[in-house]
């Protein structure tokens, strides 16, 4: 069974960095992509980055692009999200996600894609 175990939420003060972990097991075979998405209170869920099986293909939201990037470390199941510059809009509950089919991240770009799997979440809040 896909698990997904998301860490490194917490509260910093605006401009300020956090990484997010999100620990996978119970793929049958190979990696698969991997993306985050986030919920603030009163708002929709929305997808924030993707990183394909290989690394070789992400995806990023306009709101985060260049402020977030994604990375995997396949040996360890680990995929990390280095929040920086971090604004008052950026506060949410943060979830990592996957299908446990999909192998790239070219489904994100619909801007309607909700994978299977989910994580509990972390929460990250903003604030000086």
């Known amino acids: 069974q896909v698990q997904l175990v998301e860490s490194g939420g917490g509260m910093v003060q605006p401009g300020g960095s956090l990484r997010l972990s999100c620990v996978y097991s119970g793929f049958t075979s190979d990696d698969y992509a991997i993306g985050w998405f986030r919920q603030a209170p009163g708002k929709e869920r929305e997808a924030v980055s993707c990183i394909s099986s290989w690394a070789d293909n992400t995806y990023y939201a306009d709101s985060v692009k260049g402020r977030f990037p994604i990375t995997r470390d396949n040996a360890k199941n680990t995929v990390y999200l280095q929040m920086n510059s971090l604004k008052p809009e950026d506060p949410a509950v943060y979830y990592c996600?996957?299908?446990?089919?999909?192998?790239?991240?070219?489904?994100?770009?619909?801007?309607?894609?909700?994978?299977?799997?989910w994580g509990q979440g972390t929460q990250v809040t903003v604030s000086s």
């Open positions: 996600s996957t299908d446990g089919v999909l192998r790239s991240c070219s489904p994100y770009y619909s801007g309607s894609y909700s994978p299977d799997y």
